[in-house]
């Protein structure tokens, strides 16, 4: 079985610092592993994705996430926080060989940046 | 500029009533998810779809909840009699064929009064 867990629900940085958002997965399948984001009242929008490629990926906005199989983690960073990244971010796995295409959520980590 | 569209964006409705939401893939894509947003739970998967076939449902509550795609462009999620207990966000997305990416439409939230 797959699941995904988030580390800290609320994360605050300044503006200009470091944002790092934790992800852990567990899945028995090599898995394929998504960062969304959501502004309020919106969708959710792809940021970047690791379907077995390149383990660090590059993604919109300035983000990026490294895909580490010994850690199975696949958290999400940006050197520098801008006010306009503040929203929700989920991380998301998919059993990569099974075709399913089904996606496994994790609770999501509200961002805050401060001024 | 493909997106996935949504009707309608808000709802409120009276328990007891039917309500329909509709979704309306990208063109040429042959995955339809819907998905229910809460406070409480998070991002739950309800039903999705390919080629217009149910793959699983497991997810919706079967006694209230329907889902179909009458055809490629139209998928619609009902809920027969509504109670309280669904207001939430419902999320429609899709993707295409050999895809893992799933677009997400803008949703529809619902208030059940």
């Known amino acids: 079985a797959q699941s995904v867990t988030q580390l800290g629900s609320h994360v605050s940085v300044s503006e200009g610092a470091l944002v790092l958002l934790r992800c852990n997965y567990s899945?028995?399948?090599?898995?394929?592993l998504f960062w969304y984001v959501q502004y309020p009242n919106q969708g959710l929008q792809l940021l970047l994705k690791?379907?077995?490629?390149?383990?660090l990926v590059k993604g919109i906005n300035g983000f990026e996430a490294e895909f580490k199989k010994s850690e199975t983690s696949f958290h999400l960073t940006k050197p520098s926080a801008h006010m306009s990244d503040a929203a929700e971010y989920f991380c998301?796995?998919?059993?990569?060989?099974?075709?399913?295409?089904?996606?496994?959520f994790g609770t999501g980590t509200r961002l805050k940046v401060l001024a | 500029d493909a997106r996935v569209t949504q009707t309608p964006r808000h709802k409120v409705t009276e328990m007891g009533q039917e309500v329909t939401m509709r979704c309306q893939p990208i063109?040429?894509?042959?995955?339809v998810f819907w998905y229910r947003q809460t406070m409480m739970q998070g991002l739950e998967l309800l039903a999705y779809?390919?080629?217009?076939?149910?793959?699983?449902d497991s997810g919706m509550p079967k006694d209230r909840f329907s889902a179909e795609m009458p055809d490629a462009t139209l998928a619609t999620l009902k809920i027969q009699p509504s109670e309280p207990r669904d207001s939430a966000v419902y999320f429609c997305?899709?993707?295409?064929?050999?895809?893992?990416?799933?677009?997400f439409g803008p949703g529809t939230r619902l208030t059940v009064t």
């Open positions: 997305a899709s993707g295409g064929h050999d895809s893992y990416e799933q677009y």
């Open positions: 899945s028995s399948v090599p898995p394929y």
């Open positions: 690791y379907t077995s490629a390149a383990t």
């Open positions: 998301a796995v998919s059993e990569g060989t099974s075709g399913t295409y089904k996606y496994i």
């Open positions: 063109l040429g894509h042959n995955t």
């Open positions: 779809f390919r080629n217009r076939a149910p793959l699983d």
